[in-house]
Nanobody
Framework: QVQLVESGGGLVQAGGSLRLSCAAS????????MGWFRQAPGKEREFVAAIRWSGGNTYYADYVKGRFTISRDNAKNTVYLQMNSLKREDTAVYYCAATILYSSSYYYRDAYDYWGQGTQVTVSS
């Protein structure tokens, strides 16, 4: 089992940057595939990015591709989401998620077994 804690959210102006972190407990973090999702008020939770356990494969939603970068440091039990060129529509609570079983449906919430509590990102114009 793994516990996840996100941090790094906040208020930023449009065009700015933020880096989110997700710290995981447990000695087997390196075996987990990780994902970032987000949920805006009144909307469904949606996929943002995912990274395989080795860090060798990354995946992005079209609406963040080229602006966001997911990475991980298995020695620090941490996954990151670097967010650049932020837009107002990026405003949401961002969640990290983990699964030990890789699925080609990495963009589905149900593919993940563990979730953090979320961190708020607010982008102002």
């Amino acid at each position: 089992q793994v516990q996840l804690v996100e941090s790094g959210g906040g208020l930023v102006q449009a065009g700015g940057s933020l880096r989110l972190s997700c710290a995981a407990s447990g000695r087997t973090f390196g075996r987990y595939h990780m994902g970032w999702f987000r949920q805006a008020p009144g909307k469904e939770r949606e996929f943002v990015a995912a990274i395989r356990w080795s860090g060798g494969n990354t995946y992005y939603a079209d609406y963040v591709k080229g602006r966001f970068t997911i990475s991980r440091d298995n020695a620090k039990n941490t996954v990151y989401l670097q967010m650049n060129s932020l837009k107002r529509e990026d405003t949401a609570v961002y969640y990290c998620a983990a699964t030990i079983l890789y699925s080609s449906s990495y963009y589905y919430r149900d593919a993940y077994d563990y979730w953090g509590q979320g961190t708020q990102v607010t982008v102002s114009s």
